[in-house]
C-alpha cells in the first residue's frame, strides 16, 4: 500500500512536467531548406513530427470591424512584438468568421513561427549557426513570409468590402457557434483532440451575437432585453437540437481567449452575454477562459 501510494505521488508530481510544452531551446534548430518555405507553403518542418503549440485566432466579421477594432486586435494578439515572442515552430492560424458556411471555410493564414535570426530573441535557437547559416537565412522567411502573412491578413480582415463571391457556400448571419463546432472536428484546420499538440489556444474576437435561422441568439434578446442562459437556450425544445448538436468537441486542455467586442450588441455590459458563453464553452469541455473587453473603463 506505501509503494502505491509513492508511485501515485511521484506520478502526481511529474505529470505537469511531462504535459507542459517543450522549451524552444530544446527544439530541432530547422533550417530554410528543412521547412515549407516555397511556393507559399506552411513555413512548417517538411518533416512535422513534434508539434509543440497551435493558436488558433478566430475574427468575427459578420459585423464590420471598426478601425478602433482592428487596431485592438492588432495591438493585443497579433503585434509584431507578440509574434517575435511566439516560440520557433509554434503555429499560428487565423480565420475569419463572415459569410462563408461554417464548413466551407477555410484560414486566411495558417503557419508555423520559422527561427527569426534576431540577435535580439529570447531564444537562443533564434541565431544562425555560424558555420552554416547567415541571418537572412532566417530573417527573410520570418519577416517577409510570418510577418508580413500575418499584416497581408489583418488587412484582409479590416476590408469590410471583401465578400464571399460563391452562392454554393454563401451563408448569412453570424454563426459562430457552427464554426466553433468545425474548428473542433474538422482535421484540416489542425486543432482537433487528435491534431498531435502539445498544447492548443483558441481566441475568439466577436462581439458573440450568434445568429443563424436554426440559433437565433441575437433576436432572443434586441435592444436592451437580457440575454436568455445558455441552460435555458438549449432546454428550449425549438432549439434543443441544433443547441447540442453545435456543441464543439473540444477538452480542458485548450486554453480559450476572448475578446469581447461588446460595444457591438453589449455596451453596457448588462445582457447576460457573457454568462451565457461561458457555460456554452464549459460545456464543450472548455475550463481555462480568460475575457478581454474592447470598452474604456
Not at 107 to 131: E, H, L, T, V
Amino acid at each position: 500500500m506505501i509503494n502505491k501510494f509513492f508511485i501515485w505521488i511521484l506520478l502526481f508530481s511529474i505529470t505537469p512536467y511531462l504535459l507542459s510544452e517543450t522549451p524552444a531551446d530544446d527544439r530541432k534548430a530547422f533550417t530554410k531548406d528543412q521547412i515549407n518555405s516555397m511556393d507559399g507553403g506552411n513555413l512548417c518542418p517538411k518533416e512535422f513530427k513534434n508539434k509543440y503549440h497551435h493558436h488558433m485566432v478566430l475574427i468575427d466579421t459578420t459585423s464590420p470591424l471598426t478601425g478602433a477594432q482592428v487596431n485592438l486586435i492588432k495591438r493585443l494578439i497579433l503585434s509584431e512584438e507578440s509574434l517575435k515572442l511566439m516560440k520557433p515552430i509554434d503555429k499560428l492560424t487565423l480565420m475569419r468568421l463572415w459569410d462563408v458556411a461554417p464548413s466551407a471555410n477555410r484560414p486566411i493564414f495558417s503557419a508555423c513561427r520559422p527561427r527569426s535570426g534576431d540577435p535580439s530573441s529570447p531564444y537562443a535557437i533564434d541565431n544562425p549557426n555560424p558555420w552554416t547559416e547567415n541571418d537572412t537565412d532566417l530573417s527573410i522567411p520570418f519577416n517577409k513570409l510570418f510577418i508580413g502573412g500575418v499584416e497581408k491578413a489583418i488587412l484582409e480582415i479590416s476590408d469590410s468590402k471583401v465578400t464571399n463571391s460563391d452562392p454554393g457556400t454563401a451563408m448569412s448571419g453570424s454563426p459562430l457557434m457552427g464554426q466553433l463546432k468545425e474548428i473542433s472536428r474538422l482535421p484540416d484546420l489542425d486543432f482537433t483532440k487528435d491534431s498531435g499538440y502539445e498544447s492548443r489556444k483558441l481566441t475568439i474576437v466577436s462581439d458573440l451575437a450568434q445568429n443563424t435561422e436554426r440559433l437565433p441568439f441575437y433576436e432572443l434578446c434586441p435592444s436592451k432585453k437580457s440575454c436568455p442562459s445558455w441552460e435555458k437556450f438549449k432546454k428550449n425544445n425549438k432549439y434543443r437540437i441544433w443547441a447540442k448538436s453545435a456543441l464543439p468537441d473540444f477538452d480542458k486542455s485548450i486554453d480559450v481567449q476572448i475578446l469581447f467586442l461588446n460595444e457591438n450588441f453589449d455596451p453596457q455590459m448588462k445582457k447576460g452575454v457573457l454568462d451565457f458563453w461561458y457555460a456554452f464553452l464549459e460545456d464543450a469541455g472548455i475550463e481555462d477562459i480568460d475575457v478581454s473587453i474592447e470598452s474604456d473603463y
